[in-house]
């Protein structure tokens, strides 16, 4: 099973709300991701979990809050988002580590998210 | 931190053809470079990879190439398919975990 499963496909959402996206993986992977692609640009890295911690935050505003229940799940808590956060949310996990590792980073096919 | 530049942004070629995609990348500490395709509506998926020991990886139709010493990585396809159409990113890891994007090739094979 080399699958990164990601919940929902789509969301839309109003400024005030409160959402969840879902992440699910069971390859084994100790570390997690989450990107954040806007139209025709790449990816670009938010958070990173390492054995179920947080060890990268790319100065995300604290409107997303993440969350990694156990080794295979992986959330993403949103509240009070703005228009502009509107984008592709990818997730992704591989290997502890990538550039001393086996390195291939796997990823869902994302939650697409419009906030109103 | 570290930056990588990617060229050309779009790139359109017979079926049959080669293409070839540059990078460059700014953190000489920078040790794995993959190649990361993506398809409408899909996350990325890598399609080859190569470590700052290696200059040359081939697996069938995809060659990369790397250039330690001027900072460079390219992709090379060979008799280019129309299934080959898709955005295609270039990437560089600093520190275990970190993958630096480039800007993205937006390639379109004709028929």
């Known amino acids: 099973d080399t699958e990164v499963t990601q919940t929902p496909k789509h969301l839309v959402m109003g400024m005030t709300n409160k959402k969840s996206l879902k992440c699910e993986q069971h390859m084994g992977h100790r570390a997690m991701y989450w990107y954040k692609q806007k139209a025709k640009k790449p990816p670009e890295l938010m958070f990173v979990?390492?054995?179920?911690?947080?060890?990268i935050n790319e100065s995300v505003p604290s409107r997303f809050s993440p969350e990694c229940p156990n080794s295979s799940l992986l959330n993403l808590h949103l509240h009070a988002l703005q228009p502009e956060d509107s984008a592709l949310y990818l997730c992704?996990?591989?290997?502890?580590?990538?550039?001393?590792?086996?390195?291939?980073?796997?990823f869902g096919e994302g939650s697409r998210l419009t906030v109103l | 931190g570290e930056n990588v530049e990617q060229h050309p942004s779009t790139l359109s070629v017979q079926e049959g053809d080669s293409a070839v995609i540059k990078c460059t990348y700014s953190?000489?500490?920078?040790?794995?470079f993959p190649w990361y395709k993506q398809e409408l509506g899909k996350g990325p998926q890598l399609i080859i990879d190569i470590r700052s020991n290696v200059g040359e990886k081939k697996d069938q139709r995809i060659a990369v190439t790397l250039n330690k010493t001027a900072k460079h990585f390219s992709l090379h396809i060979t008799e280019t398919q129309p299934e080959d159409s898709a955005v295609y990113f270039c990437?560089?890891?600093?520190?275990?975990?970190?993958?630096?994007f480039g800007t993205g090739t937006r390639l379109l094979v004709s028929p």
């Open positions: 992704a996990s591989s290997q502890q580590r990538l550039a001393g590792g086996t390195g291939e980073l796997f």
């Open positions: 979990y390492s054995y179920e911690k947080l060890s």
């Open positions: 953190d000489s500490a920078s040790n794995y």
């Open positions: 990437a560089a890891a600093t520190g275990f975990q970190k993958l630096v």
